[in-house]
């Protein structure tokens, strides 16, 4: 049993920062894929950015030189930092876990970037 837990969403001002954490606790594999999906209202859910277990990252071209993506694999902790919001960034952010050809998926934090 793998369990995701979210943390660190909110409303936050065009041009401001936010921190996400997702805490994957259960049995956890040492090699994995950690990362982030987004869903805004009316859209389909699409990677964010993703991380692998040895530190390789990837990113969507709409977040490239703004967000970053991190992991401590000791906590099986990952982490996005997002720099420059922008009002298109509003939805609902999912923490995803990929280990052994199956993905598991934490129940989301919204995050609001309005004025």
């Known amino acids: 049993q793998v369990q995701l837990v979210e943390s660190g969403g909110g409303l936050v001002q065009p041009g401001g920062s936010l921190r996400l954490s997702c805490t994957a606790s259960?049995?956890?594999?040492?090699?994995?894929?950690m990362g982030w999906y987004r869903q805004a209202p009316g859209k389909e859910r699409e990677l964010v950015a993703n991380i692998l277990s040895q530190g390789s990252s990837n990113y969507a071209d709409s977040v490239k030189g703004r967000f970053t993506i991190s992991r401590d694999n000791a906590k099986n902790t990952v982490y996005l930092q997002m720099n420059s919001l922008k009002p298109e960034d509003t939805a609902v952010y999912y923490c995803n876990l990929l280990q052994f050809r199956r993905n598991y998926w934490g129940q989301g934090t919204q995050v609001t970037v309005s004025s």
């Open positions: 259960g049995s956890i594999s040492s090699i994995n894929l």
